[in-house]
């Protein structure tokens, strides 16, 4: 089941985010003495980074592991590239170990090369047998305007991969490929948190919580955790008109 979370703007997001990236982190390091974070992208998560950079303290950083989502197929030093805002944000301002920070290698000019080579790093990674899918502590994801998540753009090939852990997804909108996550990894996350904010969100959310709409066409909507928690962050102007009222009434 999926939890939703309205805050009421995109700096009560942002302390709501940190407030539960903290607990995730520190629950996970109670446990197994580490706590395996996949990032998202884009601009929405930058207001969360900063907030977390700028309360350090709450975190057990030397056992924290920083992996990607997706990237965009450009070096880590293009103003595009979600690492680069991660660093930007938040990596060069914290004492995260930096063989801690696995970074998919988007600066390779072959993709698929890319999303191999970012395979291999997870298998390795997370010890996994043949057929066994990582299991992340906290994935973050984003919503976009289309109902894309991850690089997992609407009928685009990717949305269908079922065997390979990591995928280079050629997105004609974008006239480029982009490298992801696939779906069965991001479905088998210990807890997937959805940062969506602003009204240019509202009708992909509306199409994602609709039971009607196509998966291909939201993106979005495949990505419920098979054995984890589901958790969409969302603020008010994201939120459908007839669900504004009742949380109004509430
Ligand atoms: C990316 C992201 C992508 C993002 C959404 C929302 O590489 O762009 O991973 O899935 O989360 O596009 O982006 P914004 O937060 O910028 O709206």
Not at 78 to 98: D, G, I, K, Q
Request: proline letters at 8%; aromatic letters at 8%; glycine letters at 4%.
């Amino acid at each position: 089941m999926a939890e939703i979370k309205v805050v009421s703007d995109f700096s009560e997001l942002n302390r709501a985010a940190a407030t539960l990236f903290q607990q995730r982190a520190g629950a996970a390091v109670q446990s197994k003495d580490s706590f395996v974070v996949a990032l998202s992208g884009g601009s929405t998560p930058k207001g969360l980074f900063s907030q977390l950079a700028s309360n350090p303290e709450n975190l057990p950083w030397r056992q924290m592991y920083f992996f990607w989502g997706d990237e965009r197929h450009v070096p880590p030093d293009h103003p595009e590239s979600n690492y680069h805002m991660a660093y930007e944000t938040l990596l060069s301002r914290v004492p995260v170990a930096p063989e801690n920070v696995l970074r998919i290698p988007a600066e390779h000019p072959d993709a698929t090369r890319v999303a191999e080579q970012y395979e291999q790093t997870l298998k390795k990674f997370f010890h996994l047998r043949p057929g066994q899918l990582p299991r992340f502590d906290l994935m973050l994801q984003g919503l976009g305007p289309d109902g894309h998540t991850a690089s997992l753009f609407p009928g685009s090939p990717a949305l269908h991969e079922r065997s390979r852990l990591v995928a280079a997804n050629w997105v004609e909108k974008l006239n480029a490929y982009r490298i992801t996550l696939t779906v069965p990894v991001i479905k088998h996350a210990a807890c997937v948190l959805f940062l969506v904010s602003g009204k240019e969100k509202k009708q992909a959310f509306e199409a994602v919580l609709d039971p009607d709409s196509s998966a291909d066409q939201f993106p979005a909507k495949l990505v419920c955790p098979m054995n984890g928690e589901l958790i969409w962050l969302v603020d008010r102007e994201v939120m459908p008109d007839q669900m504004r009222v009742s949380s109004r009434e509430n």
